[in-house]
């Protein structure tokens, strides 16, 4: 089956500093990436989708400064949450659209993000 | 309105019973339909995926759609402790761009 992988899956950072997340589909090429937010007990929040080699769409209230998607490959998406505030404090999960056929969304296991 | 409502539960049932998990959805455009599970703090799983109206079972797994009463169901028969988790319908009209429901919170007891 298709597999996502997300790392790290826990990070812990000051206020104001920066953390990357990566997506890769591990076994087959991902011509979409979506990135989602998850907060406790709650649906998951699309913030941005992203297509190989082109910028990222981001969604309604979504600050595409704040955080930046790259999706540089059919493998490979990151996001990365700038300058982070206590409130960006979430579970962040990815999910990769592919050449599997069809619209089947394959999702990683989530980085859980807290900044102190 | 929200375009998907799902009952959040918790749903708790004895092991072995079966279990109806519903949304409802309000965009007659929708055509694309997903169930996924989740475990605590991990990514979804995909369970079922049917595109348009009608059934369809795997194993365990039974999911209908009834476009005219934007109505979609996932059944679980035989239900097992292992299968506790959060349920979420996921929906699409052009298989792209999807809305998750809030999620079921299900426990099977033994």
């Known amino acids: 089956g298709a597999v996502v992988s997300q790392h790290p899956s826990r990070v812990i950072c000051k206020s104001g500093t920066s953390v990357k997340i990566e997506c890769r589909s591990l076994d087959f090429q991902a011509t979409t990436m979506f990135w989602y937010r998850q907060f406790p007990k709650q649906s998951l929040m699309l913030m941005a989708t992203s297509n190989e080699g082109s910028k990222a769409t981001y969604e309604q209230g979504v600050e595409k400064d704040k955080f930046l998607i790259n999706h540089a490959s059919l493998t490979l998406s990151t996001l990365t949450v700038t300058s982070a505030h206590p409130e960006d404090s979430s579970f962040y999960i990815c999910s990769a659209q592919g050449d599997l056929g069809g619209e089947t969304q394959y999702f990683g296991p989530g980085t859980r993000l807290l900044v102190l | 309105q929200k375009e998907v409502e799902q009952d959040p539960g918790p749903l708790s049932v004895p092991e072995g019973a079966i279990v109806s998990l519903n949304c409802t959805y309000s965009?007659?455009?929708?055509?694309?339909f997903m169930w996924y599970r989740q475990y605590s703090r991990k990514g979804p799983e995909l369970l079922m995926y049917?595109?348009?109206?009608g059934n369809k079972e795997d194993g365990r797994f039974t999911a209908q759609v009834d476009k005219s009463s934007k109505y979609i169901s996932l059944f679980i028969r035989d239900s097992q402790p292992s299968d506790s988790a959060t349920y979420l319908c996921?929906?699409?009209?052009?298989?792209?761009?999807?809305?998750f429901g809030p999620g079921t919170r299900l426990s099977v007891l033994p």
């Open positions: 049917t595109y348009s109206s």
């Open positions: 996921a929906m699409s009209a052009d298989g792209q761009n999807f809305v």
């Open positions: 965009n007659s455009a929708f055509q694309y």
